[in-house]
């Protein structure tokens, strides 16, 4: 009996270690990542958007290299012929989940999968623009987190109406050619803003840089006060072009994301795109865990970032009111 025990003590320490090679290995998961240019540009918003999401993701346990790996397509455009050739490559890669800027980039990638879960790092009205059906309960493979609240729209005409109390009129800006219900969506909210506060409002598109004197010309020959612009990736590569022209033109300008004020704009409020981005890592962590995009409801923001020009405002011959001041996050001397 002792030698028969010792045989099987002798094949038990033979066969461990034979089955502990023959377990399986853990799951490395793929994160499928389309970058479109504004994350290529020298933006200090993103620079630090970016690494809050990754950031957040280690937070929950997730360690690129360890458990996970992005699969990366950094595009050298915007167009829907880039963003779904990107999709389709990620999912042949068989990615567990595909993350991206943009409510209007997310319905060009569910062209192209319906089934592979995608998850917004910021977009806009989803609900508006018939993206998805409901922020509570998205349904389909579309979740994450949308930049947009109506209310914005309100806090930043009331804030050209506190600089220039007599405005009675504002030029809206944009260069992109948005999604047109993300569009509709927009329009509608402003148009109301602007009607509680008995302002004017008319809607300039432009395609390309050398129409913007004659852009500039018209506004100021409309007797427009104010300008405000609607920025995207399209619309930042002139940044430069279209603050010299505004301080030109004596034009205020507030813009919705914070950032365009380190630039030049007198203005920039939007929503804080770090909280954004470490928001939308929560949906990525229970995605990867085994929940439906679905299921998982559309996070709205909660956190805002204001800075103000004072620079721009001398050149203007604007004061900014102490009560604008006040609520600002940072102020460029």
């Known amino acids: 009996m002792r030698l028969i025990g010792l045989v099987l003590l ?10 502990a090679h023959a377990q399986p290995a853990a799951k490395i998961h793929r994160i499928g990542h389309i970058a479109t240019p504004e994350f290529d540009q020298p933006d200090p918003t993103e620079q630090r958007a970016w690494p809050a999401f990754v950031d957040a993701l280690k937070r929950l346990g997730w360690i690129e290299g360890k458990n996970f790996v992005f699969e990366r397509r950094v595009l050298s455009g ?19 989940v595909i993350v991206l800027v943009g409510g209007a980039r997310a319905a060009m990638v569910q062209r192209v999968t319906r089934t592979t879960p995608i998850v917004t790092l910021a977009a806009g009205d989803l609900v508006g623009s018939g993206i998805v059906p409901s922020l509570t309960r998205p349904g389909g493979n579309i979740t994450g987190m949308q930049s947009y609240a109506p209310e914005i729209m309100g806090k930043r005409l009331q804030m050209l ?15 992109h050619a948005w999604h047109a219900g993300i569009l509709a969506a927009y329009q509608k909210a402003t148009d109301e803003a602007a009607q509680k506060l008995g302002l004017r409002l008319r809607y300039v598109h432009f395609d390309a840089a050398g129409e913007l004197p004659g852009v500039f010309a018209e506004i100021r020959k409309e007797r427009e006060g104010a300008i405000m612009i609607w920025e995207d990736a399209a619309i930042d590569e002139l940044t430069t072009v279209l603050l010299d022209l ?15 004020a380190t630039s030049g704009a007198l203005i920039g409020y939007g929503p804080k795109a770090s909280d954004l981005f470490r928001q939308a890592a929560g949906h990525v962590d229970r995605i990867l865990r085994g929940a439906k995009p679905g299921d998982l409801p559309i996070g709205q923001p ?14 203007l011959g604007v004061t900014i009111p102490q009560s604008i001041l006040l609520l600002a996050d940072q102020v460029v001397e």
């Not at 915007?78 to 567990?96: F, G, H, P, Y």
């Open 302 to 315: 909660t956190t805002f970032e204001l800075i103000c020009n004072l620079k721009t405002a001398r050149a």
């Open 10 to 19: 002798a094949q038990s320490l033979l066969w461990a270690p034979l089955a």
């Open 78 to 96: 915007s167009t829907q012929t880039e963003i779904q050739q990107a999709a389709a490559e990620l999912v042949r890669k068989n990615v567990d």
């Open 246 to 260: 505004a301080v030109k033109q004596r034009l205020p300008t507030i813009v919705d994301r914070a950032k365009w």
């Open 161 to 175: 109406r506190e600089l220039n109390p007599s405005l009675a009129r504002v030029a809206v800006l944009r260069r």
